[in-house]
């Protein structure tokens, strides 16, 4: 005798496997919105395995599309912006669960009218974009009209002011600001001595809090140190290296220099030019190849930074988050300062 035909699922065996409700499942089955992403999962994985849905291609027809999301990141020879984007990529797997499409896009960073239209371009492309933003009123603009049309937008390293940004990844850098004149002056000692300040640009306000963060510590702790006037390099190593120049001839018994923004190697090739690569206190930011490098013959004395798997992660996290209609910063941790020496090294 052949055997009784298996007796075909039902939607009250789908939600028993998937552990949901019927109504759940009914709702993910026929697209109705009010699930979360990995219940929608769930519920087709269960129905997949129980034979509920067309064997045509159903996680193809009804599985959540992924959240497509823009990296835009400022072009250029600075070291972290690059890792951070190469993070973008290299953390696919790892944002799998997440249900969600990363891509980074190089654009020219220093120009705000160039960085409006690239937002308002491959934000109307995608599901949200994070950037580091320049703070002009052609940005903020650019990020409103993105909110009114339902894209949401995630500063990264430096914020954005009086914006309609969705939230923001990066330290304190008011914070990191005051750490490095601490770093700076505690190195230097009780002595009268001069130091710089190198910045990519004023117009980043992450760089401008860092500036305001280290010249409220120095006039608090190390009233003996006269700070010469920030020069700004664009984050560009050959015109660091020519600021830094120019420093050093106009203070020849400079002591002390702080890069608040990238490409630390264009300083340090200076003070290797200039034979003072051993005497002058210097302190950095974002710790790549090549400041590690630098940390490691001693040229640059100590290194704050941020992992760049922690902002890529935090960032998506946000847009997850929104998707699924949860609070913004559910689960996002702040992320932490971290101060690394040669003798530290991770």
């Known amino acids: ?38 219940t929608v999962q769930r519920v087709l994985e269960a129905a997949a395995r129980l034979a509920y849905l067309p064997e045509d291609g159903p996680f193809a027809a009804l599985a959540a599309k992924p959240l497509r999301l823009t990296f835009l990141l400022p072009a250029g020879t600075n070291r972290y912006l690059r ?16 249900n969600v499409r990363c891509r980074a896009h190089t654009i020219e960073g220093f120009d705000p009218r160039v960085l409006a239209e690239r937002l308002l371009h491959h934000g109307r492309r995608s599901d949200g974009v994070a950037l580091m933003p320049l703070e002009h009123p052609l940005v903020r603009e650019a990020v409103h009209t993105l909110a009114e049309e339902g ?14 940004r969705a939230g923001y990844v990066g330290l304190d850098n008011r914070a990191a600001g005051r750490t490095a004149a601490l770093l700076l002056g505690r190195f230097i000692g009780a002595r009268a001595a001069t130091v710089g300040l190198i910045a990519g640009s004023r117009s980043y306000r992450g760089h401008e809090e860092r500036e305001m963060g280290f010249l409220s510590l120095v ?7 006269q700070v010469a006037g920030l020069r700004e390099g664009q984050d ?30 264009g300083v340090a090739r200076a003070l290797k030019l200039a034979g003072r690569e051993q005497k002058v206190v210097f302190i950095g930011h974002g710790l790549t190849p090549d400041t590690r490098a630098l940390l490691i013959d001693g040229t640059l004395d100590a290194v704050i930074t941020q992992s760049p798997q922690s902002v890529v992660g ?33």
Not at 18 to 36: F, I, M
Not at 219 to 225: A, C, G, R, S, T
């Open 1 to 38: 005798m052949s055997e009784a035909p298996q007796r075909r699922a039902r939607a009250t065996d789908v939600a028993r496997a998937a552990g949901v409700s019927t109504a759940t499942v009914d709702r993910v089955l026929n697209r109705r919105p009010g699930v979360r992403d990995v």
């Open 83 to 98: 890792m951070l984007g190469e993070t973008v990529g290299y953390m696919e797997d790892q944002l799998a669960p997440l």
């Open 151 to 164: 894209v949401p937008v995630v500063t990264l390293v430096s914020d954005l002011s009086n914006s309609r």
């Open 219 to 225: 006039e608090e702790m190390f009233p003996q140190l």
């Open 236 to 265: 560009d190593a050959a015109t660091n290296e020519r600021q830094t120049l120019a420093l050093l001839e106009q203070h020849p018994q400079l002591a002390g220099i702080y890069n608040i923004g990238g490409a630390s190697d």
């Open 314 to 346: 935090n960032a998506v996290r946000i847009f997850a988050n929104l998707r699924d209609g949860r609070d913004a910063l559910a689960g996002v941790e702040t992320l932490r300062l971290s101060i690394v020496l040669r003798e530290n090294l991770p």
